[in-house]
Structure formats: C-alpha cells, structure tokens
C-alpha cells in the first residue's frame, strides 16, 4: 500500500538532547513537508523540500533541521535549540509543488514527541 | 498575509443531528485554495475538499456539503446526519499560488458526536 509513514509513533526525550523523526513515503513524491502541531492550534510548516538535496525553512524553522538525501525519506532534527518541542510532528508529501497545477497534501500518522 | 478564522472551538452534537463548521479567511489574492481537512484520532490528516477560489458552486459529498461565499469570505462544511465516526478535528485551511505548498490552517474546530 503507498502511503507515508512515521516512526515512532511516541517518543520521549530528556531536556537538551537532540531527537530525530522519521518520515518514509512511496508514493513517489517529489516534495515533502513537516509540521508542528500545538493543542488548540492549526498546523505550522516547519521545513518544507520539494526536491531531492533542496529544502526551505517554513514559519518556525528555528531549532530545527532537515534533509533530504532520497527522494522517499525527509528526516526532522529536533535540536536542544528548540525552546518548547513537545508537540504533534506530522509530515506530508506531494506531487511537485509550485508548479501551478495543484497537488494534493498527504499525512502520515504523526508524531508525538514529550520532552522531560 | 493569508489567515484563516475557526470560531468554533468544539461542537457537540447527539448522533443524526445536522452540524455545521464554519470558516472564514482572509487574503489579497483573488486566486486562492481552500480545503477541508479531518483529522481522527488516530491524528492523520485525511483530505476531504479542495476548492478554487473561482469555482463558487456548492458541493455535496454524501452526507458532507460545503458552502463557499467568496462575498463573505466564507467556507463552511456541513455533516448532515452526523454519526459517531464523525468525531475528529476539523480543520480549514487556504494556499495562494504560487507558493501553494503553504497552507495556512485554522485552529481547528473538534466535533463530539454522541451516541
């Protein structure tokens, strides 16, 4: 089945260690995304690659970073620089965007990451 | 600068009964996006509508049905019928091309469906 997906799906880290969260998708999209979502907020575009070995900071790129060495795989670092990371982190892919033909945004399952 | 307004903070409803979201946003663009997304608790983001700014004609999938009035710059999503599966949070949001792999998203309104 193609689709994106996440892992893991919880993930606990102590204050001040940097955490990465995985996000694989086969559906051969060229462009990726990650976003942050908060209780009682909208989701926020972290980073954002719309093709292999080129990503772009989004609204609330500090304290992360991202890269994208396969077009199937766009890692998410979560950095000791981030102030607050505990939060939902889901992660999307499209066909190519910008292009002026709109493509649809795909999810994975998200994860949800506590820092003690 | 592109926004988009959800009021509704949570709505709760007893099965059959009609809910309505409502959606108000807000750009310069006169080509714009908007879409309608649920998100169940499982927390996946599942598609469920996109319209052009330039296509104001109402739809109706199944018991779903959307209401956009660009002169009240306005997309509300109505669950008709509504059944417990339709328990999740619902989010609107807006992109404006070029730069259409930004969505800008409401807050997000959480439906309780009750049996």
């Known amino acids: 089945d193609g689709g994106i997906t996440q892992s893991p799906k919880y993930l606990f880290r102590k204050e001040g260690q940097n955490v990465t969260l995985s996000c694989e998708q086969n559906l051969n999209h060229d462009a990726m995304y990650w976003y942050r979502q908060d209780p009682g907020q909208g989701l926020r575009l972290i980073y954002y690659s719309q093709i292999v070995n080129d990503f772009q900071k989004g609204d609330i790129a500090e304290g992360y970073s991202v890269s994208r060495e396969k077009k199937e795989s766009f890692p998410l670092t979560v950095t000791s620089a981030q102030k607050n990371p505990t939060a939902f982190y889901l992660c999307?892919?499209?066909?190519?965007?910008?292009?002026?033909?709109?493509?649809?945004?795909?999810f994975g399952p998200g994860t949800r990451l506590t820092v003690l | 600068a592109q926004k988009v307004t959800q009021a509704q903070t949570e709505i709760s409803v007893v099965e059959k009964e009609d809910v309505t979201l409502d959606c108000v946003y807000e750009t310069r663009d006169t080509t714009y996006y908007l879409f309608w997304y649920k998100q169940p608790p499982s927390g996946e983001l599942v598609f469920l509508i996109r319209r052009n700014s330039f296509d104001e004609q109402n739809e109706i999938s199944g018991r779903y049905s959307w209401n956009f009035q660009k002169s009240t710059s306005s997309f509300n999503f109505t669950i008709t019928a509504s059944q417990v599966v339709d328990s999740a949070v619902y989010f609107c949001?807006?992109?404006?091309?070029?730069?259409?792999?930004?969505?800008?998203f409401g807050a997000g309104t959480t439906v309780t469906v009750r049996a």
């Open positions: 999307a892919s499209s066909r190519r965007a910008g292009t002026g033909v709109y493509n649809e945004q795909f």
């Open positions: 949001a807006l992109s404006v091309p070029p730069n259409d792999y930004k969505l800008s």
